[in-house]
């Protein structure tokens, strides 16, 4: 890799590779398994070289192609068989209790809301841009938050729920 | 619950500076490898190719010398593997994270290599009143797909193939990705949607609606799934619904789908199974082909079932389950290849062969064998995919550790070992 083309890429990944992280830890439940997807989602830009608009773009591709991979790990059923939740103590920097709870039922909610739930939540993304970025309808967007707003809500308690 | 608690809740996660670099690093190290395998691929190619014109060649002139074994291509092929990149030399090997687990699973999978531990996946122990209960936990467990090696013997049935692995490297070759390609192209089309993004050699594809189809080569399959609701399936449609009436939901959206692609002249149906843990359920059905002769029909079992996926996190809680995906074999329309009919071993040379070995410090006696059954290991890697027995062991005695009292009811151990001879074992 030449220099400038080296220096460009590293660029790109200490601006990626936070949320990318946490995307795929979100997904794998494990930082050995997050560490694999998120060196895939890498050498696929590696690869790829996707020509991004400006950085919220570069940041959605980022988020969903992570997405992307761990949901096709996660299709391996040989996988799902043998994988644990792992240590997902290990990485996760508690600040208290409850936070650590909310953060398992993230972990435990369905794959199909967590992007959309990491993207509305995390990132800021509104449920247009959301809809725009997943390739799906705003109103499935929308199903998708409520579904997994509702699951958290459930197992979290919902008095101060914000809508 | 408040919405800054689930962005608070991500931030606790990140990796620090020191792990940051060390990810660098090793996306570094891992795209040097992918293009080291892609030289030696080219090379493999290129070898075939100057042995191909040089047996050709041979042919021509009427050598009379035995093709295959001529010097000539072995000096050709010192040369190139001589060839190789100058850049070699820098490749660091990839880290064997993933190689040493399935290692270790491998090894749980070989003969009596027993689980340290009894339960976990559900097939390392069995606690039963009698041989008749054991039937009914068989017939619910996921993990039992074996045939009775009485009903074998009934039909007669003396040996079994032995099959290649189509994808012995985990890599699928120009041709078999076209194969698959062509399938999942083919399902593309059927659905009737727009592929939106692919990878290079598009055995991954996503369509319109969140679908992807993808080539799974570890399990030997075509996945195909969504992330989106079909239009008509709504939280209304759902509410309410038993187990079987929300799978019945699905099953009339996506069986026609998968029906006109399939070619069974006879499909059965399954809800075979509910797995289950703390936080989710999950449920899988499963179509097959009904055949009358037995050992066609075990065939299909092993190879050839296409099995729909659902689960939802709690769903005795009232959670919504949810389509997560249909698996349909690989084999189904590329048939593995037959490397040879083997003879099965008989339990009494299982025995025999493996006379002295223990389970949980019980020494392996035919009298201890209380069901077995062939099944096919087929572990991704492996060269060779194997009939495999699955020894039921009734323990006279619980083992060490074990607080269990067995007056009142049996312990069986399942472990398994190769019915045919070991050089079909991995990479012998």
Redesign the interface.
Known sequence: MLSTAKDEF?AL??RN??HV??VC??FMKNS?EA??A??ET??RA??KAPPFKNEGHEKGWFVVTAS?IC??KL?????K??TGDGDRLE?????DH???E??DE?L???E?YK?A??LY??EGYTSVEIAEL????EA?VR??LA?GRD????T???E???K | ???K???????????NDEQ?EQ??E??YQ??KQ?KRTQMIALAAGILVLITSLLLLQNFLDGGGQDPLHGEDEYENDEEIVEDDPDEDDEIVEEPK??EEEQEE?FERYIAFEIPPHPGG?GDELYMVDDLSELELKLRDSP?HSGIDVNKLQELGVASMPVFMNPFPSGMSTPEQAEKSNTFIVKFAEKLGLEI?DED?RRL?I?L???I?L?M?L??LSI?V?T???PETIT?DTLRGKSIEETIEIYQEYYFPIVEDLISYRNPQRDLSYRLSDT??SEFRVNYLEAFENPKEQFFHEQFNQIQF?Y?A?DYS?G??M?FQ?V?IPYYHFTPFEVLDEIPLKTLEEIVEEHKGREIFGQKLKLEHIVRAEVFYYTF?TAPYFPPVYKLYIKMENAPENFDIDLEDQMMIVPIEVLAVPEKYDREQ
């Open positions: 590293e990944y200490h590779v936070d992280f946490r830890f979100m050995s560490e694999d998120l060196q890498f050498l590696m690869e992307n949901k096709n299709k391996h059923w040989f996988r068989k043998r990485l996760v920097k508690h600040r409850y936070e650590f909310v953060f993230i435990a909610l369905p199909k992007t739930i990491y939540y995390y997943l390739g799906a309808k499935t199903s998708q579904r699951m958290l809500k459930k979290l308690g919902g101060e729920y914000e | 619950m408040k919405n608690d689930v962005r608070q809740a991500f931030t606790s996660i990140e990796l940051k990810m660098l090793k996306i891992r795209k992918k994270d993933d699973d996946m993990w939106v290079e991954e996503t319109e609606n969140g992807t993808q799974n570890m399990d996945i799934s992330d989106q609701e939280e936080t989710w996926q689960w996190t809680e959670d919504p949810d995906g698996s991704p």
